[in-house]
């Protein structure tokens, strides 16, 4: 089952680790993809709400985002971009730290995680390093994310990806569709449209 370009838009109900909603937003470019979309949620009491435009080469490879949040600390932009090849600047500025990462990860955002699934494209039984930019909810910070990917068997049309982020203590099974998109993230959303 090869991935088919996004629906035109899809939203997911954020549980457990906090309680909110995502929405997003798709356009299909000449040279790759555009991303809009908002998350707003609440997590240990914290009220957040995350606007995202993500640009993407024609390889799910991030190359641009504006990134625009609040919370009771306040507004905050970033402006985050990439070469494609693993360098980024974060607000104009380098960012060796990111060196090697070739997807952007919002911790807001459930959406994001279909960008190493995309670009990879693993046969069943890969596993990959997909080392991410990882952009904190509630202040915008950006930080390095070491994570794993591995393909497991499909399983009633869906393809299944073990994922690990050690810096997390996570290791789960997230259940993607034909789209890439996740269907379900146990323990942080699930897909409703």
Wanted: charge should be negative; charged fraction near 25%.
């Amino acid at each position: 089952m090869d991935h088919v370009d996004p629906p035109a838009s899809a939203a997911w109900l954020h549980k457990d680790a906090r309680r909110g909603f995502e929405v997003a937003f798709f356009e299909r470019r000449r040279d790759g993809h555009s991303i809009e979309g908002h998350t707003t949620a609440v997590e240990e009491g914290e009220v957040w709400s995350v606007r995202y435009q993500i640009e993407l080469d024609a390889s799910w490879r991030t190359r641009h985002a504006h990134v625009i949040g609040r919370s009771r600390s306040g507004a905050r932009t970033r402006s985050i971009d990439a070469d494609g090849a693993g360098h980024w600047t974060i607000d104009g500025m380098a960012a060796p730290e990111l060196d090697g990462c070739m997807d952007l990860d919002l911790e807001s955002s459930s959406l994001t995680n279909s960008f190493p699934v995309r670009r990879l494209a693993l046969a069943v039984g890969q596993g990959a390093d997909a080392p991410a930019a990882y952009v904190r909810a509630v202040d915008l910070r950006v930080e390095r994310l070491e994570q794993t990917y591995r393909r497991n068997p499909d399983h009633a049309g869906c393809r299944l990806y073990a994922y690990a982020s050690p810096a997390f203590g996570v290791e789960t099974v997230i259940v993607y569709d034909q789209y890439a998109l996740a269907l379900d993230y146990p323990g942080i959303a699930v897909r409703i449209v």
